[in-house]
């Protein structure tokens, strides 16, 4: 019996002191309180933006950027072939069962006045990425030019990105035994050449380009038509830009 | 249909940290606060502080897809990440109740280790640090007792932080809630509570008569007082949560009358909180206690704490799932057996340190000395 403990044993073998009790009692929830409290905090900052402001203040944000990489979808093109999503898993080898690139469909309205609508879904690569702040050995990132991208060589598999992205563009990748997700073909881009999902769409439904430049395909689009993003109210600040997005299309598929 | 992100091993990773922070309080309790009532229960929660402890990671092995990577985890802390806090927090809290181990036994380890011979002492000259005394027992260190073991509670503390990690998703409306923190403490600490007092009626009390030692800790109100106020909070969530957006309000909707409900509000929440409450409180009433009442009322709030912490996990997922796909909720076979596994080690963890420790009563060591120096 250590001294302490045999000091107290000492002092007397009684059952249930009450006072006692309720004195610790009272200092174990007050400790339990500050503690919690301190965890609080810190949970409030990062609740308050749908992310953490103060981590994001040293990446560049999109004003900030030489070039930042965005995607315009224009859902009035979309004839729901889902040529996307087989042309990015062809070029990125994407395994079975799971897709970078995918097209919603719904039937909007009521019978018999319904309309059949798509909707391609695609990691958006935000300004606010909740993905990337989550990594507990950050492996996920975001590039200068706006692209979030993950380090396969770091990457634990944890899936706490997954959890977090609000467009379950994220996926564990069971033969690399990683997260994984769409790229934008960045290996593509660097070469110039546009991704496979924009490359092989039939309607011309998929642009991709440079916000920063007033001159690129993708801003003369959003300068021409009203153009949305999908879960605004996460405050991600998605870069993929839909003109002629049904907000019912958009409920239904992405809730 | 593809399986949870999160499942099985997740759960059983917020378990075992919950039945370790549960049984160190426990153990605080008399050894910090000197509440007399949970003295009898100090060494096993000890014991059951450290094995659980050593087995929080366990699960997290065979759920991470790079386990070979996971010392990146102890390199990479930062504020935004809370997982990433797992790796301070736990090695603190396991360097500090070992410590704290140390100073709390010394004097039974000293004896044991003059009391027994091959691979045992070896192993308890290891935990002893410093060169065991040959004549009259000194007393054991004061401030390292009190120092190492305050360190370990604070630590404890911060293990609302396995919450912490939930609550900061807003992606997943069940699980961004502030409050998902002191939860997981609560639940985690009334788990850890129930399974030392269970351990102890199982090694110590079985067979023995009533006395009015056992009387005070079957009788005590921390265990139905924690489990009320557990229950409250649940019940001030549900209602804050049902009413607010929709997106919240179906995620909540899922887990209170979907499919998910059986195991969180009936055998979560009734079965695991309410009925063992009430249960315990019975016990107040009745002279002596029952010991089989009381150990009724221990399982459930064990069976109670997983299904809990299953329940929410699961449905929290469930309406947003990768990629287009849909979820299925239950384990998967390849979970199952890694989740008994797992509690192999933690059973066989367990038998080793009640081989080691001298966790019985101090006299019977020192009948054992004296036997053996009569012997010499």
Known sequence: ?????????DAGDGGLNRREFLKGGATLLIGAAAGTSLLMSQAGSVLAQGSHAKYYDSFPRR???????AMVIDLRRCVGCRACTVACKNENNVQEGVF?????????????????????????????????????????????????????????????????????????????????????????LE??????CVATCIGGALTVGDLNDPASDVSRLLAGYPAQTLRPEQGTDPMFFYIGLDGRLAREVTR | MTNLEWGLPVVAKYLFGGLSAGAFVTYYLWQGFGMRTFRPLAKLAWISAAVFGLAIPTPIFGHLGQPGRWSELLTSFHWTSPMSW????????????????????????????????????????????????????????????????????ILVLFFGYTGLELGIIPSRPLWANPINPLMFLLTGIVSGMAWVVLLWLALERRGEASTPEEASVLRS??????????????????????????????????????????????????????????????????????????????????????AQKYGLIAAGQYLAPPGGQTYSLWPTTGELIEFVAVCALV????????????????????????SQEATA
Request: aromatic share 12%; net charge positive.
């Open chain 2, 221 to 306: 109100l921390a265990l139905p007082a924690l489990l009320g106020f557990f229950l409250a909070m649940n019940a001030v969530a549900f209602l804050t949560l049902a009413y607010a957006s929709p997106g919240v309000q179906a995620s909540v909707m899922f887990l209170a009358t979907g499919e998910m409900a059986p195991m969180f509000v009936w055998v979560g929440l009734g079965a695991g909180v309410a009925v063992p409450a009430l249960l315990l409180v019975a016990n107040q009433f009745l002279t002596p206690p029952r010991r089989g009442l009381a150990a009724l009322a221990y399982v459930l709030v064990l069976v109670g704490a997983f």
């Open chain 1, 1 to 9: 019996m250590p001294g302490q403990a045999r000091g107290r044993a």
């Open chain 1, 191 to 196: 070469a110039g050449q546009k991704p496979a």
């Open chain 1, 100 to 188: 970078r690139t995918w097209v919603r469909y719904a039937e909007i309205g009521e019978y018999p006045q319904t309309r059949p609508r798509y909707l391609p879904l695609f990691c958006n690569h935000c300004d606010n990425p909740p993905c990337v702040p989550v990594c507990p050995v950050l492996a996920t990132y975001k590039r200068d030019d706006g692209l979030v991208l993950i380090d396969y060589d770091r990457c634990i598999g944890c899936g706490y990105c997954i959890q977090a992205c609000p467009y379950g563009a994220r996926y564990l990748n069971h033969e690399q035994r990683t997260a994984d997700k769409c790229t934008l073909c960045v290996h593509r």
């Open chain 2, 347 to 370: 059973f066989f963890l367990f038998q080793v340190a009640l081989w080691i420790s001298p966790w019985r009563r101090l006299g019977e060591m020192r009948e054992s000395v004296a």
């Open chain 1, 63 to 69: 004003h900030e950027m030489d070039h930042r990489w």
């Open chain 2, 86 to 153: 797992a790796g301070p927090i736990l090695i603190g809290y396991l360097i500090a109740v070992f410590l704290n181990g140390r100073f709390f036994f010394y004097r039974d380890v000293v004896l044991a280790y003059h009391a027994s011979k091959g691979l045992r002492r070896r192993l308890l000259r290891i935990i002893l640090l410093t060169k065991p005394p040959d004549g009259p027992l000194p007393p054991t260190s004061g401030p390292g007792l009190k120092v190492t073991g305050g360190i370990a509670f």
